[in-house]
């Protein structure tokens, strides 16, 4: 989860589902599934965590630690 976090981040935008399992072969080498990609990020959303969907399999960081530094 923290790789898809990481993808993110450095993204500074929300991504498709296949864009951040291309993103985590090319910077992490890891070979996601997207199934598991879509589940663990919807079971971080129902808890409220972490992410938050903006379009069909399309997610963003539901709250950036560096938005909230003032």
């Known amino acids: ?22 993103r985590a ?3 992490f080498s890891i070979t996601l599934e997207r199934e598991s990609v879509v589940s663990a990020i919807t079971k971080k959303m129902k808890s409220g965590r972490m992410f938050k969907r903006v379009a069909p399999n399309t997610f963003d960081i539901l709250d950036d630690p560096k938005e909230n530094t003032s």
């Open 25 to 27: 072969k090319q910077d």
């Open 1 to 22: 989860m923290n790789v898809i976090y990481d993808i993110l981040l450095s993204a500074k935008k929300p991504l498709h589902v296949t864009d951040i399992i291309a």
